[in-house]
Protein backbone atom coordinates (compact mmCIF):
# COMPACT_ATOMS: atom_id res chain seq x y z
CA UNK A 1 0.00 0.00 0.00
CA UNK A 2 1.21 3.12 -0.89
CA UNK A 3 0.09 6.33 1.76
CA UNK A 4 1.15 9.89 0.81
CA UNK A 5 0.55 12.21 3.91
CA UNK A 6 0.24 15.82 3.20
CA UNK A 7 3.35 15.99 1.13
CA UNK A 8 5.07 19.40 -0.01
CA UNK A 9 8.30 20.42 -1.84
CA UNK A 10 9.45 24.08 -2.18
CA UNK A 11 11.83 24.47 -5.23
CA UNK A 12 13.52 27.99 -3.74
CA UNK A 13 10.85 29.96 -3.37
CA UNK A 14 8.46 28.19 -5.96
CA UNK A 15 6.24 25.63 -4.61
CA UNK A 16 5.87 22.43 -6.43
CA UNK A 17 3.67 20.58 -4.69
CA UNK A 18 1.59 21.69 -1.50
CA UNK A 19 -0.24 19.09 1.17
CA UNK A 20 -0.38 16.36 -1.31
CA UNK A 21 -2.58 13.58 0.12
CA UNK A 22 -3.56 10.14 -1.09
CA UNK A 23 -3.50 6.58 -0.78
CA UNK A 24 -3.06 3.59 -3.22
CA UNK A 25 -4.52 0.36 -2.09
CA UNK A 26 -3.37 -3.08 -2.67
CA UNK A 27 -4.87 -4.92 -5.90
CA UNK A 28 -5.56 -1.21 -7.02
CA UNK A 29 -4.58 1.02 -10.16
CA UNK A 30 -4.69 4.77 -9.59
CA UNK A 31 -4.03 7.01 -12.47
CA UNK A 32 -2.79 10.47 -11.31
CA UNK A 33 -3.09 13.29 -13.84
CA UNK A 34 -2.75 17.23 -14.51
CA UNK A 35 -1.19 19.38 -16.44
CA UNK A 36 2.60 19.54 -17.43
CA UNK A 37 4.01 21.63 -14.33
CA UNK A 38 0.95 20.60 -12.23
CA UNK A 39 3.46 18.78 -9.49
CA UNK A 40 3.22 14.89 -10.67
CA UNK A 41 6.90 14.28 -11.33
CA UNK A 42 7.86 15.92 -8.33
CA UNK A 43 5.17 13.87 -6.06
CA UNK A 44 6.38 10.72 -7.20
CA UNK A 45 10.24 11.84 -7.02
CA UNK A 46 9.40 12.50 -3.15
CA UNK A 47 7.18 8.79 -3.01
CA UNK A 48 10.00 6.85 -4.32
CA UNK A 49 12.71 8.81 -2.24
CA UNK A 50 14.62 10.70 -4.64
CA UNK A 51 13.29 13.98 -3.51
CA UNK A 52 13.08 14.83 0.27
CA UNK A 53 9.86 16.45 1.55
CA UNK A 54 9.61 20.06 2.97
CA UNK A 55 7.23 18.80 4.99
CA UNK A 56 5.09 15.26 5.21
CA UNK A 57 5.38 11.77 4.83
CA UNK A 58 5.35 8.57 2.35
CA UNK A 59 4.37 5.55 3.80
CA UNK A 60 4.87 2.07 1.71
CA UNK A 61 3.32 -1.13 3.39
CA UNK A 62 3.70 0.77 6.64
CA UNK A 63 7.78 2.21 5.90
CA UNK A 64 8.53 5.72 6.28
CA UNK A 65 10.28 6.78 3.14
CA UNK A 66 11.86 9.42 5.06
CA UNK A 67 12.77 7.62 8.67
CA UNK A 68 13.38 3.89 6.83
CA UNK A 69 14.51 4.68 3.47
CA UNK A 70 16.35 1.10 2.84
CA UNK A 71 13.49 -0.87 3.46
CA UNK A 72 10.27 1.51 1.89
CA UNK A 73 12.76 1.08 -1.11
CA UNK A 74 12.47 -2.72 -1.54
CA UNK A 75 8.80 -2.64 -1.30
CA UNK A 76 8.78 -0.23 -4.45
CA UNK A 77 9.31 -0.78 -8.49
CA UNK A 78 10.02 2.15 -9.70
CA UNK A 79 9.59 3.53 -13.43
CA UNK A 80 11.04 7.77 -14.23
CA UNK A 81 9.84 9.30 -16.50
CA UNK A 82 13.22 9.39 -18.48
CA UNK A 83 15.00 5.96 -18.05
CA UNK A 84 19.19 6.26 -17.69
CA UNK A 85 21.17 4.21 -17.96
CA UNK A 86 24.53 3.48 -18.50
CA UNK A 87 24.11 3.18 -21.94
CA UNK A 88 27.61 1.12 -23.19
CA UNK A 89 26.05 -1.34 -21.93
CA UNK A 90 24.29 -4.44 -23.90
CA UNK A 91 20.88 -5.08 -22.65
CA UNK A 92 20.94 -8.37 -20.72
CA UNK A 93 24.53 -7.48 -19.58
CA UNK A 94 23.17 -4.18 -17.94
CA UNK A 95 20.07 -6.72 -16.62
CA UNK A 96 22.21 -9.19 -14.73
CA UNK A 97 24.26 -6.23 -13.31
CA UNK A 98 21.60 -4.76 -11.76
CA UNK A 99 19.80 -7.92 -11.16
CA UNK A 100 23.32 -8.96 -8.75
CA UNK A 101 22.68 -5.52 -6.21
CA UNK A 102 18.97 -8.11 -5.49
CA UNK A 103 21.36 -11.00 -4.84
CA UNK A 104 21.20 -12.82 -7.67
CA UNK A 105 23.67 -15.03 -8.86
CA UNK A 106 25.14 -14.27 -12.59
CA UNK A 107 23.34 -17.60 -13.84
CA UNK A 108 20.05 -16.68 -12.18
CA UNK A 109 20.20 -13.00 -13.25
CA UNK A 110 21.05 -14.29 -17.03
CA UNK A 111 17.85 -16.38 -16.79
CA UNK A 112 15.43 -13.81 -15.52
CA UNK A 113 16.86 -11.37 -17.71
CA UNK A 114 16.19 -13.33 -20.98
CA UNK A 115 12.46 -14.60 -19.64
CA UNK A 116 11.67 -10.37 -18.86
CA UNK A 117 13.52 -8.59 -21.70
CA UNK A 118 11.33 -11.47 -23.73
CA UNK A 119 8.51 -10.78 -22.20
CA UNK A 120 8.43 -7.29 -22.70
CA UNK A 121 9.03 -7.61 -26.55
CA UNK A 122 13.14 -7.15 -26.63
CA UNK A 123 13.86 -10.67 -27.60
CA UNK A 124 15.72 -9.49 -30.53
CA UNK A 125 17.99 -6.67 -28.67
CA UNK A 126 19.50 -9.08 -25.84
CA UNK A 127 23.00 -8.25 -27.07
CA UNK A 128 21.69 -4.34 -28.46
CA UNK A 129 23.59 -1.50 -26.45
CA UNK A 130 21.53 0.89 -24.94
CA UNK A 131 22.49 3.68 -26.33
CA UNK A 132 20.86 2.31 -29.42
CA UNK A 133 17.84 1.94 -28.21
CA UNK A 134 14.71 4.31 -28.60
CA UNK A 135 12.81 6.02 -26.12
CA UNK A 136 9.98 3.16 -26.30
CA UNK A 137 12.53 0.51 -25.96
CA UNK A 138 14.45 2.25 -23.23
CA UNK A 139 10.62 2.37 -21.60
CA UNK A 140 10.31 -1.78 -21.72
CA UNK A 141 14.19 -2.07 -20.56
CA UNK A 142 12.77 0.01 -17.70
CA UNK A 143 9.59 -1.75 -16.35
CA UNK A 144 11.83 -4.97 -17.15
CA UNK A 145 13.92 -4.14 -14.39
CA UNK A 146 11.83 -2.69 -12.02
CA UNK A 147 10.33 -5.98 -11.48
CA UNK A 148 13.74 -7.65 -10.66
CA UNK A 149 12.64 -8.34 -7.39
CA UNK A 150 9.31 -8.61 -7.39
CA UNK A 151 7.72 -5.72 -5.25
CA UNK A 152 4.32 -5.29 -4.12
CA UNK A 153 3.87 -2.07 -5.37
CA UNK A 154 4.79 0.10 -8.73
CA UNK A 155 4.85 3.53 -9.21
CA UNK A 156 5.35 4.65 -12.85
CA UNK A 157 6.22 8.46 -14.10
CA UNK A 158 4.60 9.23 -17.48
CA UNK A 159 4.83 5.36 -18.27
CA UNK A 160 3.15 5.72 -21.23
CA UNK A 161 5.21 8.37 -22.89
CA UNK A 162 6.99 7.02 -25.94
CA UNK A 163 5.51 3.68 -26.41
CA UNK A 164 3.33 2.77 -29.14
CA UNK A 165 0.44 1.54 -29.51
CA UNK A 166 0.99 -2.42 -29.01
CA UNK A 167 3.03 -1.04 -25.96
CA UNK A 168 0.48 0.49 -24.04
CA UNK A 169 -1.73 -2.00 -24.39
CA UNK A 170 1.17 -4.29 -22.97
CA UNK A 171 1.19 -1.68 -20.07
CA UNK A 172 -2.51 -2.26 -19.76
CA UNK A 173 -2.45 -5.80 -19.57
CA UNK A 174 1.09 -5.39 -17.19
CA UNK A 175 -1.05 -3.63 -15.02
CA UNK A 176 -4.26 -5.67 -14.48
CA UNK A 177 -1.94 -8.43 -14.39
CA UNK A 178 -0.54 -6.83 -11.02
CA UNK A 179 -3.82 -6.01 -9.55
CA UNK A 180 -5.36 -9.08 -9.81
CA UNK A 181 -1.86 -9.79 -7.82
CA UNK A 182 -2.78 -7.57 -5.29
CA UNK A 183 0.31 -5.08 -6.27
CA UNK A 184 -0.35 -1.35 -5.10
CA UNK A 185 -0.20 0.59 -8.85
CA UNK A 186 0.47 4.52 -9.41
CA UNK A 187 1.00 6.16 -12.69
CA UNK A 188 1.30 9.38 -13.58
CA UNK A 189 0.39 10.43 -17.35
CA UNK A 190 -1.23 13.03 -19.64
CA UNK A 191 -2.83 10.54 -22.25
CA UNK A 192 -6.24 10.94 -20.64
CA UNK A 193 -7.83 8.44 -22.42
CA UNK A 194 -5.71 5.74 -21.91
CA UNK A 195 -5.85 6.51 -18.22
CA UNK A 196 -9.97 5.84 -18.35
CA UNK A 197 -9.18 2.94 -19.74
CA UNK A 198 -6.48 1.36 -17.59
CA UNK A 199 -6.98 3.27 -14.02
CA UNK A 200 -9.81 2.17 -11.09
CA UNK A 201 -10.03 5.18 -9.89
CA UNK A 202 -7.89 9.00 -10.84
CA UNK A 203 -6.59 11.58 -8.51
CA UNK A 204 -6.13 14.73 -10.15
CA UNK A 205 -3.92 17.56 -9.67
CA UNK A 206 -3.33 21.26 -10.22
CA UNK A 207 -1.01 23.95 -9.40
CA UNK A 208 0.40 21.46 -6.84
CA UNK A 209 -2.63 20.79 -5.19
CA UNK A 210 -4.65 17.75 -5.16
CA UNK A 211 -8.18 18.61 -6.75
CA UNK A 212 -10.06 15.73 -6.66
CA UNK A 213 -9.96 11.73 -6.33
CA UNK A 214 -12.65 9.81 -8.50
CA UNK A 215 -13.66 6.39 -8.93
CA UNK A 216 -13.49 5.87 -12.79
CA UNK A 217 -16.81 4.54 -12.93
CA UNK A 218 -18.01 8.13 -11.15
CA UNK A 219 -16.18 9.52 -14.33
CA UNK A 220 -17.93 7.67 -16.78
CA UNK A 221 -21.31 8.48 -15.48
CA UNK A 222 -20.80 12.17 -15.17
CA UNK A 223 -19.26 12.36 -19.24
CA UNK A 224 -22.15 10.68 -20.68
CA UNK A 225 -22.43 11.08 -24.42
CA UNK A 226 -24.98 13.62 -25.48
CA UNK A 227 -26.49 14.49 -28.89
CA UNK A 228 -26.67 18.59 -29.63
CA UNK A 229 -29.27 19.81 -32.09
CA UNK A 230 -29.93 23.29 -33.17
CA UNK A 231 -33.77 23.57 -34.52
CA UNK A 232 -34.80 27.22 -36.14
CA UNK A 233 -36.89 27.00 -33.10
CA UNK A 234 -37.49 25.16 -29.53
CA UNK A 235 -40.20 25.35 -27.75
CA UNK A 236 -41.91 23.34 -24.88
CA UNK A 237 -43.14 20.98 -27.19
CA UNK A 238 -40.10 19.86 -29.17
CA UNK A 239 -38.39 19.57 -25.44
CA UNK A 240 -41.20 16.89 -24.33
CA UNK A 241 -41.06 15.32 -27.74
CA UNK A 242 -37.09 14.49 -27.10
CA UNK A 243 -37.53 13.84 -23.65
CA UNK A 244 -38.11 10.67 -24.04
CA UNK A 245 -34.92 9.67 -25.27
CA UNK A 246 -32.94 10.59 -22.75
CA UNK A 247 -32.86 14.02 -20.12
CA UNK A 248 -33.10 17.43 -22.44
CA UNK A 249 -31.84 20.41 -21.45
CA UNK A 250 -31.55 24.07 -23.07
CA UNK A 251 -28.29 25.33 -24.05
CA UNK A 252 -29.03 28.98 -26.22
CA UNK A 253 -29.83 27.84 -29.75
CA UNK A 254 -29.46 24.58 -28.89
CA UNK A 255 -30.86 21.71 -27.21
CA UNK A 256 -28.50 18.51 -25.90
CA UNK A 257 -30.06 14.81 -24.90
CA UNK A 258 -28.10 13.29 -22.27
CA UNK A 259 -27.32 9.83 -22.47
CA UNK A 260 -29.63 9.18 -25.53
CA UNK A 261 -31.54 5.96 -25.86
CA UNK A 262 -31.29 6.24 -29.54
CA UNK A 263 -28.71 6.74 -32.38
CA UNK A 264 -28.65 10.68 -33.73
CA UNK A 265 -29.84 9.16 -37.14
CA UNK A 266 -33.03 8.27 -35.11
CA UNK A 267 -33.86 11.61 -33.58
CA UNK A 268 -33.67 13.48 -36.76
CA UNK A 269 -35.81 10.77 -38.52
CA UNK A 270 -38.46 11.69 -35.90
CA UNK A 271 -37.84 16.00 -36.10
CA UNK A 272 -38.16 15.78 -39.85
CA UNK A 273 -41.48 13.98 -39.01
CA UNK A 274 -42.98 16.70 -37.01
CA UNK A 275 -41.66 19.17 -39.19
CA UNK A 276 -39.23 20.32 -37.34
CA UNK A 277 -36.14 22.38 -39.53
CA UNK A 278 -33.09 20.48 -38.14
CA UNK A 279 -30.23 22.62 -38.90
CA UNK A 280 -26.94 20.75 -37.18
CA UNK A 281 -26.99 17.86 -35.07
CA UNK A 282 -23.54 15.89 -33.52
CA UNK A 283 -23.08 13.12 -31.42
CA UNK A 284 -20.75 14.00 -28.61
CA UNK A 285 -18.31 11.28 -26.73
CA UNK A 286 -17.35 12.73 -23.94
CA UNK A 287 -13.84 11.85 -22.03
CA UNK A 288 -11.87 11.98 -19.23
CA UNK A 289 -10.40 15.40 -20.35
CA UNK A 290 -13.74 16.72 -20.25
CA UNK A 291 -14.59 16.13 -16.64
CA UNK A 292 -11.33 17.24 -15.80
CA UNK A 293 -11.79 20.81 -17.26
CA UNK A 294 -14.86 20.84 -15.77
CA UNK A 295 -13.70 20.06 -12.50
CA UNK A 296 -11.06 23.33 -13.40
CA UNK A 297 -14.13 25.02 -14.45
CA UNK A 298 -15.95 24.39 -11.46
CA UNK A 299 -13.10 25.94 -8.93
CA UNK A 300 -13.19 29.12 -11.53
CA UNK A 301 -9.28 27.82 -12.97
Excluded: C
Excluded at 98 to 103: I, K, N, R, S, T
Excluded at 223 to 229: A, D, G, R
Excluded at 272 to 299: A, H, M
Aim: charged share 25%.
Amino acid sequence: MIEINNISKYFGNVKAIENVSFNVSNGEIVGYVGLNGAGKTTTIRVAVGVLPPDSGDVSIDGFSITRDKRKASEKIGWVPELPIFETDFKALDYFVYLAGYYGLSSSEAKKMGKEMLERFGLENALNMKLSAFSQGMKKRFALAVSMINDPPNFIFDEVLNGLDPQGIAFFRDMAVDFKKRKKAILFSSHILGEVQNIADRVVFIHKGKVIGSYKVDEIINTVKPSIVIKLDKIDDNTVNLLEKYGKVSKQGEYVVISSPSVSSGEVVKVLVEKGLNVLEIKYEERSLEDFFFSLLKSRGE
